[in-house]
């Protein structure tokens, strides 16, 4: 990886570990509600896979744990905001909130709070694609708890059988909420799971952006190029807890600790220094920037924006004014 | 006006409207090269080809959130769930994500997918197979619910529903396949709300919707040999329901029979009198009243399915004992 693209994606991992502890934060003194799954840990899966992809034209759908998805799609980050304080300016108006981002100019599909949900979507959104003869792809990123579901094997399935341009990407972080991967899964290496599906699955080391860009590329293009689905494991760790609401007693401070250490931004930042490319002062300086912008103008954006309208509650249960809801255009009246 | 076969109007509606727009498909379990079990998507597969025309592994969460994922993105699918009970397993995909994406997107994505489904009891199928589940789907916003009782609104409400932006289910009967109606020989799309005065009358209102407007109408030829001129209302949206519909028909009769092949906990007919209350109480001369199967599974010997599921002898019995005259 040359030194500009690891700047962009140091500099970028960098800006999501620092708008998902604004968020914490915020949460704290609630300012955002709701349930509230953090980031940090993961930041080398969604900006590794993404630096492979096209981020706002291959589409993108994912779990609840979805703030960086969103940012790396390109969804701005005062509207990530916003939404999450419940404001009209919000990527999804303020209906949606944490577990929900959208944003259909994007292509970001939006982020889903049922375990598996967002697998079968995925596939109908390749399908989508390939009926209509288009080059992006469909890209799914959920944990390896959802690998758990139904949802997980149908998919693998159909997509297989249909031939559906789907990238599958696993950020197996181990917990499924608060049980071990050991605990509740006979197998754990994900990709594994795959091959009974006649889908090609690899894993790579999902705290190095590096390897997960290198990785990436090959599963991208495989599923740009072949238009069949595709697989990819990325191992990987959360450092807060899974939501909140986690308490933590189901795992040891000592094991946090040993994973703090596969920081995927102090990972590349190492690297980098070593190789002479940029320099712990130049990061500070950075992360002043950073922290100014979310300061400064992110979290201000979400505080003054207006709470949605009121009037708007019912609106988009159902579309507005759909004609074939009463016998179509040339009805008259109805039945 | 030619009379046509249930099964081959919604048959029609599918073929006109993939003839129209090839981005509506047709998805399901032996839709396919099988032809449908119940004929509705009969020969679609030698028209359109395995590329719309898709024949599904019995997966049916999932097939009905790949038909979701794929109408975010302009796709029409049309998903036909061979069993409604098999529907249960499809829950997730159409409240959760069918039924809410637009509603939490704020807008920004429609779900313009069609469920097709038949439920109600045949004969003997015994009680996994007789499921009667429209009080479920009915009761979940952001999903239409439609049901059709003949075959010009099955192909009507077919034809209305491919178009709609919404996610729509269609509620349709196993029994009902071969039922012969008139249907218009031009192109008809049938309202996705409203009700139908399937006969008018004065003396008292007997709602029904789906298979129970047979019963329905059946009671009201009994009951006009005794004098008693019954008005049959047509519930064929059951999502939203017809609120001003059912008002305007109980503020004539002054009475109400609500008719339903399910259970009455939770169902349409507790619903139907809960909008009589808020909507027309004073106009009521009697407590409406309800005919609902009995509160069990559906047994497999004959003899019981037959006590569980009321018929039009049993709507007779209760307008009677509504009228005063029980």
């Known amino acids: 990886m040359d030194s500009d693209l690891r700047k962009k994606l140091l500099r970028e991992m960098l800006f999501s570990r620092r708008f998902e502890e604004q968020c914490y934060q915020d949460y704290q003194v609630r300012k955002i509600g709701g349930f509230l799954h953090l980031y940090p840990g993961q930041e080398a899966c969604a900006h590794g896979v993404m630096a492979a992809a096209r981020p706002g034209e291959d589409y993108v759908i994912t779990g609840y744990r979805d703030h960086v998805h969103a940012l790396v799609c390109g969804v701005p980050a005062k509207e990530v905001m916003a939404e999450l304080y419940g404001k009209a300016t919000g990527s999804s108006g303020g209906f949606g909130g944490s577990m929900h981002i959208f944003d259909a100019s994007k292509h970001f599909m939006g982020g889903y709070a049922l375990v598996g949900g967002p697998f079968p979507l995925a596939a109908g959104l390749a399908m989508a694609l390939k009926m209509q003869e288009r080059?992006?792809?469909?890209?799914?990123?959920?944990?390896?708890?959802?690998?758990?579901?139904?949802?997980?094997?149908?998919?693998?399935?159909?997509?297989?059988?249909?031939?559906?341009?789907?990238?599958?990407?696993?950020?197996?972080?181990?917990?499924?909420?608060?049980?071990?991967?050991e605990r509740s899964t006979a197998e754990l290496d994900q990709w594994k799971r795959v091959a009974p599906y006649n889908i090609p699955a690899a894993w790579t080391d999902g705290q190095d952006v590096e390897a997960v860009y290198a990785a990436a590329q090959t599963a991208v293009n495989h599923v740009r190029t072949e238009r069949t689905p595709y697989?990819?494991?990325?191992?990987?760790?959360?450092?807060?807890?899974?939501?909140?609401?986690?308490?933590?007693?189901?795992?040891?401070k000592d094991e946090v600790e040993e994973w703090r250490k596969k920081d995927p931004?102090?990972?590349?930042?190492?690297?980098?220094?070593?190789?002479?490319?940029?320099?712990?002062?130049?990061?500070?300086?950075?992360?002043?920037?950073?922290?100014?912008?979310?300061?400064?103008?992110?979290?201000?954006?979400?505080?003054?924006?207006?709470?949605?309208?009121?009037?708007?509650?019912?609106?988009?249960?159902?579309?507005?004014?759909?004609?074939?809801?009463?016998?179509?255009p040339d009805a008259q009246g109805g039945a | 006006m030619a009379q046509m076969q249930f099964w081959d109007a919604v048959r029609r509606a599918h073929d006109e409207e993939m003839a129209r727009d090839p981005m509506v498909i047709v998805m399901g379990e032996d839709v396919g090269v099988a032809g449908g079990t119940y004929k509705a998507t009969n020969g679609l597969y030698d028209s359109y080809g395995a590329e719309r025309v898709i024949d599904t592994p019995i997966s049916e969460n999932s097939f009905v959130g790949i038909a979701t994922g794929a109408s975010m993105l302009g796709v029409r699918p049309v998903v036909e769930i061979m069993s409604?009970?098999?529907?249960?397993?499809?829950?997730?995909?159409?409240?959760?994500?069918?039924?809410?994406?637009?509603?939490?997107?704020?807008?920004?994505?429609?779900?313009?997918?069609?469920?097709?489904?038949?439920?109600?009891?045949?004969?003997?199928?015994?009680?996994?197979?007789s499921a009667r589940m429209e009080k479920v789907f009915m009761g979940i916003a952001g999903l239409r619910v439609v049901t059709p009782s003949n075959p010009k609104q099955a192909y009507g409400l077919l034809k209305s529903a491919i178009r709609c932006a919404d996610p729509v289910f269609i509620n349709e009967h196993e029994r009902m396949y071969n039922l012969a109606g008139e249907v218009p020989d031009e192109e008809y799309f049938h309202p996705l709300e409203g009700s139908e005065v399937a006969r008018p009358g004065r003396?008292?209102?007997?709602?029904?919707?789906?298979?129970?407007?047979?019963?329905?109408?059946?009671?009201?030829?009994?009951?006009?040999?005794?004098?008693?001129?019954?008005?049959?209302?047509?519930?064929?949206?059951?999502?939203?329901?017809?609120?001003?519909?059912?008002?305007?028909?109980?503020?004539?009769?002054?009475?109400?029979?609500?008719?339903?092949?399910?259970?009455?906990?939770?169902?349409?007919?507790s619903e139907v009198m809960a909008i009589i209350n808020e909507e027309c109480f004073w106009e009521l001369d009697a407590p409406p009243a309800r005919v609902s199967a009995v509160n069990t599974p559906i047994p497999y010997a004959h003899n019981l399915e037959d006590l569980v599921i009321p018929d039009e002898d049993d709507v007779v019995a209760k307008a009677l004992e509504v009228l005063g005259r029980g």
């Not at chain 1, 992006?136 to 149908?154: K, S, V, Y």
């Not at chain 1, 191992?235 to 986690?246: A, E």
């Not at chain 1, 500070?284 to 922290?291: F, K, R, V």
């Open chain 1, 135 to 181: 080059e992006e792809i469909a890209i799914c990123f959920l944990g390896d708890a959802a690998n758990n579901q139904g949802t997980f094997h149908e998919t693998l399935n159909m997509a297989s059988v249909w031939k559906l341009p789907v990238l599958f990407i696993c950020e197996n972080n181990l917990y499924g909420i608060g049980t071990a991967i």
């Open chain 2, 84 to 129: 409604v009970n098999f529907a249960w397993l499809a829950m997730d995909q159409l409240f959760n994500s069918a039924a809410k994406i637009r509603y939490m997107s704020g807008g920004q994505f429609t779900c313009p997918v069609v469920v097709r489904s038949p439920g109600g009891t045949a004969h003997q199928l015994a009680a996994q197979h």
């Open chain 1, 231 to 252: 697989f990819l494991e990325l191992k990987t760790y959360r450092f807060r807890g899974h939501s909140m609401s986690d308490g933590g007693a189901y795992r040891s």
């Open chain 1, 265 to 328: 931004l102090e990972v590349l930042l190492d690297r980098m220094v070593d190789d002479g490319q940029f320099t712990r002062e130049e990061f500070a300086a950075w992360d002043e920037e950073i922290l100014s912008e979310i300061e400064d103008e992110i979290v201000p954006f979400a505080e003054e924006s207006p709470l949605p309208d009121p009037a708007d509650l019912t609106r988009y249960v159902y579309v507005e004014d759909d004609p074939w809801v009463h016998g179509g």
């Open chain 2, 203 to 269: 003396d008292i209102t007997l709602f029904g919707y789906n298979i129970s407007v047979h019963w329905c109408l059946a009671a009201a030829e009994k009951l006009a040999k005794q004098g008693i001129e019954a008005e049959v209302v047509d519930l064929y949206a059951l999502n939203p329901l017809d609120r001003e519909g059912i008002k305007a028909s109980v503020s004539k009769t002054h009475r109400a029979v609500i008719v339903e092949e399910a259970e009455a906990p939770v169902g349409v007919g």
